[in-house]
């Protein structure tokens, strides 16, 4: 199978990262009932926070494209185990770059219902890659799968990058 096109991506990634981080955010978001305080500096803060995670988003939909041979989304799912760059430390760095936006974002927009969005997006997020997508995972690449998964941490990631699959 070859890798997915441009196009391809662009539409996966419109369908859900782009959702999840701008359109529901723009929806739910209002000044009422803060919890952060309005300061500068929380905004500098979120403003580094989200650039980090758009770059870390950035860089794993480039190895789902370039190595993976396939596309952020369930219905066009990677054909090869991706275990580069931030996958060495933890499995799912793709969630931490959209979670680190959408934190980012709340603190940005002084925004409490992005923040709440945030913890609600990685509540969806643990029951669904516990649920579907670890064995989904599991099924389609065995053995190697199984020893990335006992050895590299789900969300927290590990201070040593796994090297075992080089």
């Known amino acids: 199978m070859s890798r997915p096109s441009l196009l391809t991506h ?3 990634i419109l369908i859900l990262p782009f959702t999840v981080t701008v359109v529901i955010p723009y929806l739910i978001h209002n000044n009422r009932r803060p919890i952060l305080p309005d300061h500068v500096g929380l905004k500098l803060v979120g403003a580094i926070i989200f650039i980090a995670g758009i770059s870390l988003f950035g860089y794993t939909v480039f190895l789902f ?7 952020l989304a369930p219905w066009q799912p990677t ?6 760059g931030p996958y060495r430390y933890c499995r799912n760095p793709m969630i931490t770059g959209v979670l680190s ?12 219902p992005i923040l709440q969005w945030a913890g609600l997006f990685f509540l969806i997020n643990i029951v669904y890659f516990v649920l579907l997508e670890e064995p989904m995972l599991a099924d389609r690449f065995g053995d190697a799968y199984l020893k990335y998964k006992k050895n ?3 969300w927290i990631p590990r201070l040593k990058p796994y090297r075992d699959m080089e």
């Open 65 to 71: 494209r370039n190595f993976g041979q396939g596309t």
């Open 10 to 12: 662009l539409r996966d």
């Open 101 to 112: 936006v959408l934190l980012g974002e709340s603190l940005m927009f002084h925004s409490t």
């Open 79 to 84: 054909q090869k185990l991706i275990v580069k």
């Open 152 to 154: 590299v941490p789900r």
